[in-house]
């Protein structure tokens, strides 16, 4: 099947309407809508997709005989309905990184990258902002509404184990994708942001005094900065800010001499979303636990690039997006230590995290649940975990590999454009190549681009502090991922070229 055509994945509305009575589907016409989406999804791709666990007839589910359900096994009802006691009996999946899956072919896996804007091939280089998503994602969140929806952890019924199953299976493909030790140290949440703010506030409650300091880096997103400010104004605290160089990588020196023992929280960002600086958080980490300091990374623009370990990075806490690793918005990740999630208050109350409620008195439940208060986002971490399973058909080495080359062209080439300065020049970088270019609007270049179906962001990336060190209020910002390649890189140069020759004219 030509994956190019971008009619492949139609669903036909249309026809839907039509066959139907009146405008509103009923239900033959919907379960049409749902062949007709299976039938799509399934014939995308061909040998490529993993069609194990899919439906073979649309809308039969592959689970209704002899189901596993392994939640459904462990559940035991108690006087209060529910206990999360056997936690421990869903499988952790160790997952290997090293998955030999061809990245060359890796493109066709997503639909979107076959559209056309002002008729001309989308390409896309917003990677830091968002990332696309692959058939198997999107077709994992439609199985999980088709066949599996139901809220989780509270129901005896067969559809609440299935849905708890897959959740809970996400929560142990995150477990092994960051190297976590156990599938309790994975904390759904929303995104990052919603991940920095739930440790601001559960953190600064218990360790945070007058006086005490929080140390980030100038490379943070606002993300990383905003909710800190917050604490430091609550609790009177300080916020210091280690400084880079003029590559835009963390000067080691300095930040080793801002940790003292008033140090309380160190919060870095691994891969810096303006600059593409790739941050030694290791080392920053081993030097922060050294005065006491708990440290938290934020992984939103490295999970997508590199492979990443917390045991090996040793921090406290790390968090990241679902949306930047391929999976849908709405999902991302706290990773914690088990031993030092279970000492910290919850922060949002309600059902879900709790043990036992009497009107004088609240119990709560251990980590990870007690931090995941109400109905949580349901499909979009079972998108996640397909997202993971996705990327481990690769694995992680050879995606950042091959992507460490992509940026190598992309900076090769960019450096040749007269009058375009790169923004972010560090030894070790992922995914960004920042820059500006004499005599222009960074709005403008972003516009021009756009037009030729180029997407990338211009603008100052929710990343102010660190474009200002370097004189600037904006930069142009192509951003990869592994779907990209040398063509699409190229396609950015030529339109930068033919800029720089309108200039020239005075056009
Ligand atoms: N930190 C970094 C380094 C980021 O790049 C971003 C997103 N641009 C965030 C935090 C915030 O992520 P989200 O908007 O998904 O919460």
Avoid at 25 to 47: N, T, V
Avoid at 399 to 423: Q, V
Wanted: proline letters at 5%.
């Amino acid at each position: 099947m030509n994956t190019n055509d971008p009619s492949f994945l139609k669903l036909n509305p249309e026809t839907f309407i039509q066959n139907s009575p009146s405008p509103f589907p009923d239900e033959r016409s919907l379960e049409k809508l749902a062949r007709e989406m299976f039938g799509a999804l399934q014939s995308f791709g061909g040998g490529n997709l993993p069609t194990s666990g899919l439906p073979t007839n649309g809308l039969s589910s592959p689970t209704s005989s002899q189901e596993t359900l392994p939640y459904l096994e462990d559940l035991k009802l108690t006087d209060t309905g529910f206990s999360y006691s056997n936690f421990q009996s869903f499988p952790n999946i160790n997952i290997p990184q090293s998955g030999g899956g061809n990245l060359t072919s890796a493109r066709r896996d997503f639909p979107i990258l076959t559209e056309t804007v002002n008729g001309k091939p989308l390409v896309w280089l917003d990677n830091a902002a968002t990332t696309q998503k692959p058939i198997s994602v999107i077709e994992r969140l439609s199985h999980f509404y088709l066949h599996e929806n139901s809220n989780i952890h509270r129901a005896a019924h067969t559809l609440a184990a299935r849905s708890t199953d897959a959740y809970e299976k996400a929560r142990s493909l995150v477990q092994g994708f960051i190297g976590a030790g156990s599938a309790e140290e994975i904390v759904f949440v929303r995104g990052t942001t919603e991940g920095i703010n739930l440790l601001a506030n559960i953190i600064s409650d218990k360790h945070i005094q007058s006086g005490d300091e929080i140390l980030i880096t100038h490379l943070e997103h606002h993300a990383n900065i905003v909710p800190w400010q917050m604490v430091c104004a609550k609790k009177g605290a300080k916020l210091k800010v280690a400084p880079v160089d003029d590559s835009g990588q963390i000067i080691l020196s300095e930040y080793e001499r801002l940790l003292n023992s008033k140090t309380k929280i160190v919060s870095i960002t691994q891969v810096s979303n303006a600059l593409g600086t790739v941050v030694p958080v290791e080392e920053m980490t081993r030097s922060a636990h050294k005065v006491g300091a708990l440290v938290i990374v934020d992984g939103a623009q490295s999970v997508s690039h590199m492979p990443v370990n917390v045991q090996e990075i040793d921090c406290d806490f790390f968090v990241f997006s679902g949306h930047k690793l391929f999976a849908p918005t709405g999902i991302g990740v706290v990773y914690g230590k088990k031993s030092i999630l279970d000492t910290l208050p919850p922060w949002q109350g309600g059902g879900n995290m709790i043990k036992d409620v009497q009107f004088d008195h609240t119990t709560f439940q251990e980590a990870p649940f007690r931090f995941e208060a109400g109905t949580g986002n349901i499909a979009d971490a079972v998108g996640l975990g397909a997202a993971i399973e996705y990327l481990n058909r690769f694995g992680m080495k050879q995606i950042s590999a091959f992507e460490h080359d992509l940026l190598e062209y992309g900076t090769k080439e960019l450096l040749k454009i007269p009058g375009l300065r790169l923004i972010g020049t560090a030894k070790d970088k992922a995914g960004v190549l920042s820059f500006v270019v004499d005599g222009f609007k960074t709005e403008e270049i972003g516009k021009r681009l756009a037009e030729e179906g180029i997407a990338v962001r211009a603008g100052h990336h929710c990343a102010q502090p660190i474009l200002r060190r370097f004189g600037l209020e904006s930069t142009v910002r192509p951003s990869l991922a592994f779907y990209n390649s040398c063509e699409d890189i190229d396609a950015l140069i030529r339109v930068l070229y033919q800029l720089g020759s309108r200039n020239k004219l005075g056009i």
